[in-house]
């Protein structure tokens, strides 16, 4: 499934989608001044990535610009050999178990702008690669109309 969503938007950038105003670069998807911007973090106490991320990246990220502009939901499992079920989710994120089909990769990240899936990958090495600079694109093109 990561490898759809990956190929999706390598497709997207590269079919000449172009950076107008209102679409995030890359996905085609409209962004509006009033979009919500989410970040779901799934992770687990027995998984070794999920630790270090939440220890490191996860403290640098709580304390940056970026947080004041996004709802940061977090799951952690006791274990990552269990699925993620939708209890595991606060009542107003149960949209999310449907829209973003989180399997069992730990860590994974999943953006949504207005409840729709932008981009979900698993692995603590792509939050540098390619989560954080998403995020900062759509909050810098979110921000940038309100000017």
């Not at 085609?28 to 027995?46: C, E, M, N, Q, W």
């Not at 698993?122 to 995020?135: E, H, I, Q, T, Y």
Request: hydrophobic content about 45%.
């Amino acid at each position: 499934m990561n490898r759809i969503i990956l190929m999706f938007a390598a497709v997207m950038a590269f079919s000449g989608c172009a950076a107008i105003s209102g679409l995030i670069p890359g996905y085609g998807l409209d962004l509006h001044k009033d979009s919500k911007i989410t970040l779901v973090y799934l992770g687990a106490r027995d998984c070794h990535f999920c630790n270090q991320w939440e220890e490191n990246e996860q403290q640098k990220f709580l304390s940056s610009e970026e947080i004041k502009h996004i709802v940061f939901l977090k799951i952690v499992r006791d274990t990552f050999h269990r699925n993620l079920q939708i209890e595991d989710l606060p009542d107003d994120f149960k949209w999310i178990y449907e829209s973003v089909k989180m399997d069992n990769s730990t860590p994974t990240f999943a953006v949504l702008v207005d409840k729709t899936l932008v981009l979900k990958i698993a692995g603590s090495n792509n939050w540098d690669k390619r989560v954080m600079p998403l995020l900062t694109d759509i909050i810098e093109k979110k921000s940038a109309m309100h000017d």
